[in-house]
Structures are given as structure tokens and as C-alpha cells.
């Protein structure tokens, strides 16, 4: 079992900041990705950004240059940076941790709300 805590959304004016964290407990298995997904009313979830335990990032096209995620694996920890806030970033962001088909965890969600 992994248990995944998320903190630091909230609401923020466009072309603002905002930083989420994700802390990550339990059996953590070396090789693994963290990673953000976000979900906005009457859409599908979507993957914001990953990072495997060696660093290897990935991007949706539409938050390339905006956001940057980065991890601490001695902490098991996970952050999404966020820039240049667009109202269309307004969404519940999920942390999400991967170990293989058999682990894919899921943390409660945090709002982020973008006003225009």
C-alpha cells in the first residue's frame, strides 16, 4: 500500500504561481514515477506532468514551459511548480505513483482554482 498526501492548491489570479507537493509513504519501491494528473468539472482525467526515479520528465503540450515538476526520492516526495496560470488550469490535481501494472496509487486531490 501507498499512501499519498497533496498540499498547496488554492485559488490564484491568472499569470500567477502556485506550488504542490506530494508526499509519499508506505512500501516504495525504487523504480517508480510520480506524477500529477487533473481533472475539471465535466472532463476526463489528464496527465499534467511525470518523473521516473532518474529524473526523466514528461509533459502535456499544454503546461510545457509553465510547469515543472521535480522529486526527491530520499523523501519520497514529489512537487509540481506551476507558472503563468491560465483559468483553464482550474482543475482538482491528483499525485499519482507507479510501480508496474500492479501499483497505481492515487492521492485525494487538491483544488486549484485560476481566476481571470
Known amino acids: 500500500q501507498v499512501q499519498l498526501v497533496e498540499s498547496g492548491g488554492g485559488l490564484v489570479q491568472a499569470g500567477g504561481s502556485l506550488r504542490l507537493s506530494c508526499a509519499a509513504s508506505g512500501t516504495i519501491f525504487r523504480i517508480n514515477v510520480l506524477g500529477w494528473y487533473r481533472q475539471a468539472p465535466g472532463k476526463q482525467r489528464e496527465l499534467v506532468a511525470t518523473?521516473?526515479?532518474?529524473?526523466?520528465?514528461n509533459y502535456a503540450d499544454s503546461v510545457k514551459g509553465r510547469f515543472t515538476i521535480a522529486r526527491d526520492n530520499a523523501k519520497n516526495t514529489v512537487w509540481l511548480q506551476m507558472s503563468s496560470l491560465k483559468p483553464e488550469d482550474t482543475a482538482v490535481y491528483y499525485c499519482?505513483?507507479?510501480?508496474?501494472?500492479?501499483?497505481?496509487?492515487w492521492g485525494q486531490g487538491t483544488q486549484v482554482t485560476v481566476s481571470s
Open positions: 499519482n505513483y507507479r510501480a508496474g501494472a500492479a501499483y497505481n496509487y
Open positions: 518523473i521516473t526515479n532518474v529524473g526523466n520528465a
